[in-house]
C-alpha cells in the first residue's frame, strides 16, 4: 500500500536555540501565518544551548491560532510518563487541541545518565516504549485511575488530569523491527527522518508497520506517516530521485517532485522540513511548494481511482 490516501500536511523543523529564541519565536509566528499545518521541534533535554521544548510549545502554542505543534520527538527516558501525560493534556487544552505527541525512548545514553536518568537496554527502550504508550493512552483516553505494574513503569492509583482538547495522538520516532511492530500495534503515527531511513528503507519499514497493523486487527491508513527531511534548495536541474540517499536539494521543481514521490510512491502523507528560519524560503516554500505538491497528489490518486 504505497499511498494510504491520507491529506497530505506539511510542517517545519525547528531546533529550539537559546541563543536565537527571539527569532525562533518570530519564526514560529510567521509559520502559523503562511499557513504550514505543523511545526516540530526537536527535544534534547541534556544539551545546554537548547531551550525546554515542552516550554517553547507553550509559548508557540500562546502566539498562534492555528498551526500544531509536537516534539520531534520527546525523550521519554527522561520525560516519565505520567508527568508527560499531564504536560501533553495541559498543552492540548491550552492549545485548543493543537497539541501531538511526538516519542521516542532516548538515544544519547551517556548524556541521559549525566542528567540523573536511567542507561536502558535496547530490550528496556522498548518495553518503556510498550508500557508508556498504555499509560499515556489510558490517560489521554478519559481514564478515572490509572495503575501499571511493568518492567519500567510503575504506576498505583494515579488519577490523570486534566483532560485534553481531543484525542493526542502518540507518533513513535523509532527504527527497529520490534519498535516499527509496536508503532503498527499500538501507535497512532510514525516519525523517521531521511537522514536515518532513505525512502528505500522506508518502504520495508512501512511493511513491518502494516503488517503488525493488520495483526492488530487495525487499519495501517490510519497510522500517520511524517518524514523529517533536512534539504537544501539550489538551481540545480533535476535529477533522476535517488530513494537510497538519507539528503536532497534541488530547486523547487525537484523539491515538488520528490516530495510527490514520497506520497504516492512510499507512502508518507506528512513533511516536516528542516530549512533555515529564513522568512524568504519559508514563504516560496509556502506558496509554490506547498499547494503544487498537493495538487500533483491529488491528479495521481485521482487518476489512479479512475483506472481501478
Known amino acids: 500500500m504505497p499511498d494510504y490516501g491520507r491529506p497530505i500536511e506539511f510542517g517545519i523543523f525547528l ?14 509566528e510567521l509559520i502559523d501565518e503562511l499557513g504550514y499545518d505543523w511545526i516540530g521541534i526537536q527535544d ?10 515542552m516550554t517553547l510549545i507553550a509559548m508557540g502554542l500562546a502566539r498562534t491560532r492555528q498551526v500544531g505543534f509536537f516534539p520531534d520527538v520527546a525523550t521519554l527516558s527522561l520525560r516519565p510518563p505520567a508527568m508527560l501525560a499531564n504536560q501533553a493534556a495541559t498543552l492540548d487544552l491550552l492549545g485548543n487541541g493543537r497539541f501531538e505527541l511526538g516519542l521516542g525512548s532516548g538515544a544519547y545514553w ?7 536518568g536511567p542507561r536502558r537496554s535496547p530490550g528496556e527502550a522498548w518495553a518503556s516504549l510498550d508500557e508508556a504508550i498504555d499509560i499515556l493512552r489510558a490517560a489521554f483516553d478519559g481514564a478515572r485511575s490509572v495503575s501499571h505494574d511493568g518492567q519500567i513503569y510503575q504506576i498505583h492509583g494515579w488519577r490523570p488530569g486534566p483532560a485534553p482538547a481531543h484525542r493526542i495522538g502518540i507518533w513513535l520516532g523509532v527504527y527497529g523491527p520490534r519498535a516499527l511492530g509496536l ?17 528505500v528503507a522506508a518502504r520495508a519499514a512501512m511493511e513491518k508497520i502494516d503488517a503488525a497493523a493488520v495483526a492488530s486487527e487495525r487499519n495501517p ?5 511524517v518524514y523529517n527531511i533536512w534539504g537544501g534548495f539550489t538551481d540545480a536541474p533535476p535529477v533522476p530521485i535517488d530513494e537510497t540517499s538519507g539528503e536532497f536539494s534541488g530547486a523547487p521543481d525537484a523539491w515538488i517532485a520528490f516530495l510527490t514521490h514520497l506520497a504516492t510512491s512510499v507512502g508518507f502523507d506528512t513533511f516536516v522540513l528542516g530549512v533555515p528560519p529564513d522568512p524568504a524560503l519559508l514563504r516560496t516554500i509556502a506558496i509554490e ?20
Request: proline share 8%.
Open 44 to 53: 534534547h533535554p541534556y544539551n545546554r544551548a537548547q531551550l525546554d521544548t
Open 289 to 308: 511548494i506547498v499547494p503544487s505538491v498537493r495538487k500533483a497528489v491529488g491528479q495521481i490518486r485521482a487518476e489512479s481511482n479512475s483506472n481501478a
Open 183 to 199: 508503532t503498527g500495534r499500538k501507535a497512532d503515527g510514525w516519525v523517521p527522518s531521511l537522514a536515518y531511513v532513505p525512502p
Open 221 to 225: 491508513a490510519d497510522i500517520r506517516r
Open 110 to 116: 551517556d548524556a541521559i545518565v549525566a542528567m540523573g
Open 15 to 28: 531546533e529550539p536555540a537559546a541563543a536565537s529564541f527571539a527569532t525562533i519565536l518570530e519564526t514560529i
